[in-house]
């Protein structure tokens, strides 16, 4: 009885330490109390040997055998995902198994927020100050005729033929993946703008008389002039009248779009500038949208307020002064533009 309790000890012992070690390993901390995030990579076609090995190699596991013995032991050497993810030193081997059998990667989306007025050069700006889209021509995409965009969007089918996307960038937040295409980032904006036209509003324009095209266009001016969507309503109704009636819309943003400056007030020579987008010069809407406007401005290109005001100006306070008079108007630009 003796030499076989002997025996017994001799294999317990031996498995009693093992044991004791193994739970030690995986479930206490890892090497230390770093808890600042390490990127590991998982690649895909990688296994539980290649995955312990670079575990151990960035200091996150004690040990590769007890990692591998954890795998094997629970049945999930199989189920470690590839993936990029955030680990650091006082996780357990637990946590990190959790970690990557569930494929708790690093998000690969990246926030992208595009501002109510931005033109298509403002919006490639952001983007390269972003680092969204190196080495994709964005530029390129958005100036192109792509009959596809026509065919998958019945509000493009207006579109003068050979212009691009000027007015059509839905202003929002967006959620692009880091490897987006330029394409991917146009369809997410696009899809947005489809969304946000409703049948309502598509069947009030044509009731109008109106295309989508000549409102966006219309919204994009309004856009770049007042803020409040209550201004942005009235100078829909002065601008509006102002083209029923064949006058010229005077617009400075139209101005502001062809110098490429804001300017609190612009000189006559500014005004005779020769463009086909200077409303000073040629009346009606101009050629094509000047930025990409909101939801707000294409609502007040469409749905205006009746007015009898005629002129309008931003006052350095931001305050929109409304007139009926062209003498009126003189006076407020005397006391508001100073």
């Given at each position: 009885?003796?030499?076989?309790?002997?025996?017994?000890?001799?294999?317990?012992?031996?498995?009693?330490?093992?044991?004791?070690?193994?739970?030690?390993?995986?479930?206490?901390?890892?090497?230390?109390?770093?808890?600042?995030?390490?990127?590991?990579?998982?690649?895909?076609?990688?296994?539980?040997?290649?995955?312990?090995?670079?575990?151990?190699?960035?200091?996150?596991?004690?040990?590769?055998?007890?990692?591998?013995?954890?795998?094997?032991?629970?049945?999930?050497?199989?189920?470690?995902q590839a993936g990029e993810y955030v680990l650091n030193q006082t996780m357990n081997p637990r946590d990190i198994v959790e970690i990557l059998s569930w494929g708790r990667a690093v998000s690969k989306e990246k926030t992208i927020k595009i501002i109510e007025g931005w033109n298509i050069k403002d919006?490639?700006?952001?983007?390269?100050?972003?680092?969204?889209?190196?080495?994709?021509?964005?530029?390129?995409?958005?100036?192109?005729?792509?009959?596809?965009?026509?065919?998958?969007?019945?509000?493009?089918?207006?579109?003068?033929?050979?212009?691009?996307?000027?007015?059509?960038?839905?202003?929002?937040?967006?959620?692009?993946?880091?490897?987006?295409?330029?394409?991917?980032?146009?369809?997410?904006?696009?899809?947005?703008?489809?969304?946000?036209?409703?049948?309502?509003?598509?069947?009030?324009?044509?009731?109008?008389?109106?295309?989508?095209?000549?409102?966006?266009?219309?919204?994009?001016?309004?856009?770049?002039?007042?803020?409040?969507?209550?201004?942005?309503?009235?100078?829909?109704?002065?601008?509006?009248?102002?083209?029923?009636?064949?006058?010229?819309?005077?617009?400075?943003?139209?101005?502001?779009?062809?110098?490429?400056?804001?300017?609190?007030?612009?000189?006559?020579?500014?005004?005779?500038?020769?463009?086909?987008?200077?409303?000073?010069?040629?009346?009606?809407?101009?050629?094509?949208?000047?930025?990409?406007?909101?939801?707000?401005?294409?609502?007040?290109?469409?749905?205006?307020?009746?007015?009898?005001?005629?002129?309008?100006?931003?006052?350095?306070?931001?305050?929109?002064?409304?007139?009926?008079?062209?003498?009126?108007?003189?006076?407020?630009?005397?006391?508001?533009?100073?």
């Amino acid at each position: 009885m003796k030499k076989f309790l002997k025996i017994l000890l001799i294999l317990i012992f031996p498995a009693a330490l093992f044991f004791g070690v193994y739970l030690n390993a995986v479930s206490g901390p890892i090497s230390g109390n770093n808890k600042d995030g390490i990127v590991f990579v998982v690649k895909t076609g990688e296994g539980a040997n290649k995955i312990a090995e670079n575990l151990y190699q960035k200091d996150l596991i004690k040990s590769k055998f007890y990692f591998k013995f954890y795998l094997w032991n629970n049945n999930l050497e199989a189920k470690l995902q590839a993936g990029e993810y955030v680990l650091n030193q006082t996780m357990n081997p637990r946590d990190i198994v959790e970690i990557l059998s569930w494929g708790r990667a690093v998000s690969k989306e990246k926030t992208i927020k595009i501002i109510e007025g931005w033109n298509i050069k403002d919006i490639v700006s952001y983007f390269e100050k972003e680092g969204v889209l190196q080495g994709g021509n964005f530029l390129e995409v958005v100036n192109k005729d792509n009959p596809d965009y026509r065919k998958n969007y019945e509000f493009l089918a207006d579109r003068p033929k050979n212009s691009g996307l000027e007015g059509y960038l839905f202003p929002d937040t967006y959620k692009i993946y880091e490897d987006a295409t330029p394409n991917d980032i146009v369809q997410k904006m696009l899809k947005n703008l489809d969304q946000k036209l409703t049948p309502k509003m598509r069947d009030d324009i044509k009731k109008q008389g109106k295309t989508i095209y000549e409102i966006i266009t219309m919204a994009s001016i309004i856009e770049k002039e007042v803020r409040s969507f209550g201004d942005m309503k009235l100078v829909s109704g002065v601008f509006w009248n102002r083209i029923n009636s064949g006058r010229a819309l005077e617009s400075c943003a139209s101005l502001a779009y062809i110098l490429g400056v804001n300017k609190p007030q612009y000189t006559i020579e500014d005004t005779n500038i020769d463009s086909p987008y200077n409303t000073y010069k040629n009346p009606g809407l101009p050629p094509g949208p000047i930025a990409n406007p909101g939801f707000n401005a294409i609502t007040a290109a469409i749905y205006p307020d009746k007015t009898d005001y005629n002129y309008f100006l931003s006052a350095s306070t931001g305050e929109t002064i409304f007139s009926k008079t062209y003498d009126e108007h003189l006076r407020n630009k005397a006391k508001y533009l100073k």
